[in-house]
Each structure stands twice: as structure tokens, then as C-alpha cells.
């Protein structure tokens, strides 16, 4: 249908808004860092690194509650690296009862076992489970400065990787990684310059989930015939 059409074409603009965005992040990130050489510092020592874990799924008590709870799956299935929901949610006795940590909002998880390297920023407190690798920088400067010099060392991790059933990047292994670390300032010019391009792509992100979301409302009302078409092209013309 014509009006749905239109959703899509914000969708795929949206979705294009976010891939130049984070491009051009990327790109500042790569004249960032390179007169840098391999210091001293690396993940470990910079930055806070934790995991995750499942809480026990016999007990229904710890389930479908209001905290979300993100696997690997709700990070690959992303179009851009901004999480803001997951497939399953927990409760907080369930939380108390796994090893994750409640994360604040834009803490970094990258993903760590048998796909290595999926990146999301939780635009919402969110735990884990095991298959994550989580970075809590101190400064929301240094925290653009990680994921970056992170996303440009995928190959390398997954060069760091073990395991016979699946490849798993050990958190001890990740925070001995030498980093490439510019001055205070540095990093401080270069947060400047990316983070409004990080909250576009998120911008962006969020409006096609909304718009994803309305499309897939109003599809089936409008097949039943629950639903006006010249009323849904009023409501689609009001979102778009």
C-alpha cells in the first residue's frame, strides 16, 4: 500500500542518515589517531570492564519484569549501534540473582561470544547475559574515544579469540589490549566533534523504530478493515 510505501522511504532515509553519521564518526576517529602509537594504557587500565549473566530460567519470579536484559541477538539485529529495547526483560530479583549489573544508559557493550564485536549504546539502564563484553569509561569524553578505537580493532579481537565450540573473547584478554590514547585535550576536541553525530544517528534510529512500529499497527488494520485508508494516510502523513 502507497501510504506504507511512505514509511518505508523514511525508514530507508533514516536508516541512511545514521550509516553517513557514523561514517563520518569513523572518519574523524581515523585522522584522530593517526600520529598515535600503542602506549602504556590500555582497556583494562582506563576503563572499567565487566560481563554479564542469565538469571535461572526456572524461576518465572526473575522474568518480565521492568529492567531490560540484552542478549547478543538484540545487538546484531540492529541497524545502528543505539540500543533501545530488548526481547526479554527481568525483574529486579532476577537481577539479583545473575551477574549482571544494572548499566547505566550509553555504557558500551560489544558483543563477545561467537559473533565478536556487535556494538550497542543502551539508550536505557540495561543488564546483560554472558555473551557481552561491557566498558564503563570514566568521562562521557573517553567513552566516545573507546568505542571508536574498539570498533577499529574488531579483526584484531577476533584474532584474540578461543574456544572449540565458539569463538569467545575473554574479558582478560580485551582489557590487556594495548590502546591508542590521544592527550586530554585531544580526546576532548574529538568528543566534541563526534558526539553530535552519534546523537543524529540515534535520532535517526529512534524515529524508525517509531515508524516501524506504526507501520506494523496499522497493516493489519487495514487489512481487516478495522481501518480507513483515508485515515491511515492521514496518520501516516502526520508521522512522516
Not at 57 to 72: C, L, R, V
Not at 77 to 100: D, M, Q, V, W
Not at 139 to 167: K, P, Q, Y
Not at 168 to 179: D, G, H, V, Y
Request: aromatic share 8%; proline share 5%; net charge negative.
Amino acid at each position: 500500500m502507497e501510504m506504507l510505501g511512505a514509511l518505508d522511504d523514511k525508514i530507508a532515509v533514516n536508516e541512511r542518515i545514521a550509516t553517513v553519521a557514523l561514517e563520518l564518526a569513523d572518519a574523524h576517529y581515523s585522522c584522530a589517531m593517526q600520529e598515535l602509537d600503542f602506549g602504556p594504557e590500555t582497556f583494562g587500565s582506563v576503563a572499567t570492564v565487566v560481563g554479564g549473566g542469565t538469571p535461572s530460567t526456572k524461576k518465572e519470579e526473575y522474568w518480565g519484569g521492568g529492567i531490560a536484559w540484552a542478549t547478543p541477538t538484540d545487538v546484531t539485529a540492529l541497524s545502528a549501534p543505539y540500543l533501545f529495547a530488548t526481547g526479554r526483560t527481568i525483574t529486579s530479583e532476577g537481577l539479583k540473582n545473575c551477574a549482571s549489573q544494572l548499566y547505566p544508559a550509553q555504557s558500551i557493550f560489544m558483543t563477545s561470544r561467537a559473533t565478536i564485536g556487535a556494538f550497542a549504546l543502551p539508550q536505557m539502564p540495561a543488564a546483560v547475559n554472558q555473551g557481552f563484553i561491557v566498558v564503563l569509561p570514566p568521562s562521557e569524553e573517553l567513552r566516545w574515544w573507546l568505542l571508536h578505537e574498539m570498533r577499529s580493532r574488531v579483526d584484531e579481537m577476533i584474532s584474540l579469540a578461543n574456544g572449540s565450540t565458539f569463538l569467545e573473547l575473554s574479558r582478560k584478554n580485551f582489557k590487556a589490549m594495548p590502546i591508542r590514547l590521544a592527550s586530554d585535550q585531544g580526546v576532548a576536541e574529538f568528543a566534541q566533534a563526534v558526539s553530535p553525530l552519534h546523537g543524529r544517528a540515534a535520532q535517526a534510529a529512534a524515529e524508525s523504530r517509531t515508524l516501524a512500529t506504526l507501520r506494523d499497527t496499522l497493516l493489519p488494520q487495514l487489512m481487516s478493515g478495522k481501518l480507513r485508508v483515508r485515515d491511515a494516510e492521514k496518520i501516516v502523513e502526520d508521522a512522516v
